[in-house]
């Protein structure tokens, strides 16, 4: 039986971020689906460097999802793809 503890286990975990003009809103979700977690940060470098670390603290980040990536997300989107991670577009819903 391998515990959860076990350096064999990795927790995978889900990065989506809605976002905005002055902050962006992270939640980190688990394989299952549960939300683990909510962090605004500032809709700048620093908070992009915040929100993946914040993240990474759940577990290992397998993929991000980012809202309005050709507006206030682009330049969150191109911080990512600099960091090595695929970005998933994320279409605002429609009201």
């Keep these: 039986m391998v515990s959860l503890n076990s350096p064999d286990v990795r927790i995978l975990v889900k990065l989506g971020v809605d976002t905005h003009s002055i902050i962006h809103v992270g939640v980190v979700l688990n394989q299952l689906g549960r939300r683990l977690g909510t962090l605004s940060a500032p809709s700048r470098t620093i908070g992009y460097a915040k929100l993946l670390t ?15 990536v050709g507006s206030y997300g682009a330049r969150l989107s191109r911080f990512l793809r600099a960091k090595g991670f695929n970005v998933a577009v994320v ?3 429609c009201t």
């Design 54 to 68: 914040w993240a990474n603290r759940f577990g290992t980040l397998e993929c991000v999802g980012v809202e309005g």
């Design 91 to 93: 279409n605002r819903p």
